[in-house]
């Protein structure tokens, strides 16, 4: 994945301090190809951990200290999953609808004549959906 020069990846690993780290280039580079190689390799345990749950939870016949082993191996998958995707999700171009144009007042009314029409005005959904309390 190709992100611009200006961008900032943040790698799958920590600093010696435990902080995040962070790379700057046009992801092409060694660093770049290692942090994939990290990633795919995380994936792909995290993978083998939610195997190996539904695997212990469709026995049926599982002790607390296979639970808690269990617990703290998807923790840590689920950690590293949900960096990678924060990693890739900030090295994605802005979405078409977070154009500075699109979100003039005239699309927002028209927008929300639409909800309107679509939900009716006291619909639960709409009420969730945009913040607004019922009556």
Not at 5 to 29: F, I, N, Q, S, V
Not at 53 to 70: F, I, M, N
Not at 90 to 104: F, I, N, S
Request: aromatic share 6%; charged share 20%; net charge negative.
């Amino acid at each position: 994945m190709v992100s611009p020069p200006d961008r900032l990846r943040l790698l799958p690993w920590a600093g010696p301090e435990g902080k995040p780290c962070y790379l700057a280039g046009d992801g092409t580079g060694y660093v770049s190809r290692l942090a994939d190689n990290v990633e795919s390799a995380q994936l792909d345990l995290a993978g083998e951990i939610l195997q190996e749950a539904q695997r212990v939870l469709d026995s049926r016949q599982w002790t607390s200290g296979e639970l808690h082993l269990l617990t703290i191996q998807l923790n840590e998958a689920l950690t590293q999953v949900r960096q990678i995707a924060i990693s890739r999700g900030a090295r994605l171009p802005a979405p078409a609808y977070e154009d500075p144009a699109v979100g003039d007042d005239t699309h927002d009314q028209q927008e929300e004549a639409s909800q309107r029409t679509q939900f009716g005005s006291g619909s639960p959904l709409r009420s969730r959906q945009w913040g607004a309390t019922q009556t």
